[in-house]
Nanobody, 126 residues
Framework: VQLQASGGGLVQAGGSLTLSCVAR???????MGWFRQAPGKEREFVAA????????KFTDSVKGRFTISMHNDPKMVRLQMNSLNPEDTAVYYC?????????????????????WGQGTLVTVSS
């Protein structure tokens, strides 16, 4: 699966931003998600969505502020980020599981995902 992310940028605290990631290739029954990595920190899980868009997961720090959605034709995952704060500043990466992988095995570990897009930088100014 090839992933192409877009939508990063500079936003003031309290603002909103939407990230998009288009997936191409073998995307049948593929869950997708977003991770982020701040300078000097490890990559952390942000959100994920099942292939049917029935189930979602979020890390606690973004619950109530971020939403994730899945679209088809082309297959795309979007991360709507609201009420941004400087702690959300990071490079955001979209990721996808392998075709047919079970959603119920997703824990938020990077090991749950087999394909990664290039990062897109989100900077939130105070």
């Amino acid at each position: 699966v090839q992933l192409q992310a877009s939508g990063g940028g500079l936003v003031q605290a309290g603002g909103s931003l939407t990230l998009s990631c288009v997936a191409r290739g073998r995307t049948y029954r593929t869950y997708m998600g977003w991770f982020r990595q701040a300078p000097g920190k490890e990559r952390e899980f942000v959100a994920a969505i099942s292939w049917s868009a029935t189930y979602t997961k979020f890390t606690d720090s973004v619950k109530g502020r971020f939403t994730i959605s899945m679209h088809n034709d082309p297959k795309m995952v979007r991360l709507q980020m609201n009420s941004l704060n400087p702690e959300d500043t990071a490079v955001y990466y979209c990721a996808a599981g392998a075709s047919g992988d079970s959603w119920y095995d997703v824990t938020g570990s990077p090991r749950d995902f087999t394909s990664w897009g290039q990062g897109t930088l989100v900077t939130v100014s105070s």
